[in-house]
């Protein structure tokens, strides 16, 4: 695969997780709006909508955080960059990118034991097993990875944090 296709296929992925990303914030305020107006004039709550919301919210923040690995925008301690010598700022800036980095592993690793262990149970007001919900992790782990090497292609590597 050529450079200018491998820049596509993170790119597009990207899009797709941006995408679903923002799908998924929309669900959320739809089923969290009709769930008040369903409480509070219906005076009929839907069983489904906190569930809903929250499968939502899981898979949303888990995908999320992995748009801003690329993007370079997780939230950093910069000053850290102005009070040590450069070299030092340097070590910590790949550090932190190796750190980054494990954090995807550990979620593939850790996602993939944790959507076998939720196979057998049911989220109740939804009618669907648990590990729809406990795949987000491996998911979102497999996307943070491949994000972190998107952010490594576009010179991740500099203290200064955005190379846009």
Request: hydrophobic content about 55%; proline content about 3%; overall charge positive.
């Amino acid at each position: 695969m050529n450079s200018q296709a491998l820049d596509r296929f993170f790119d597009g992925t990207y899009l797709l997780i941006e995408i679903a990303c923002k799908l998924l914030l929309l669900t959320m305020v739809l089923v969290i709006s009709y769930t008040v107006f369903g409480r509070f004039v219906l005076n009929r709550t839907p069983t489904w909508g906190e569930s809903l919301s929250i499968f939502c919210m899981v898979w949303l923040a888990i995908l999320g955080s992995s748009l801003a690995v690329r993007d370079g925008r997780h939230i950093r301690m910069t000053i850290i960059d102005f009070v040590v010598p450069p070299r030092v700022a340097i070590v910590l800036h790949k550090l932190a990118y190796v750190i980054v980095f494990a954090v995807g592993v550990a979620c593939i690793l850790g996602g993939i034991a944790l959507f076998e262990l939720f196979s057998g149970s049911i989220i109740g007001a939804l009618g669907i097993s648990s590990k729809w919900l406990a795949l987000a992790l491996p998911v979102g782990g497999v996307v943070h990875v491949l994000m972190f090497v998107a952010r490594l292609r576009r010179g991740g590597w500099e203290p200064t944090g955005s190379t846009e």
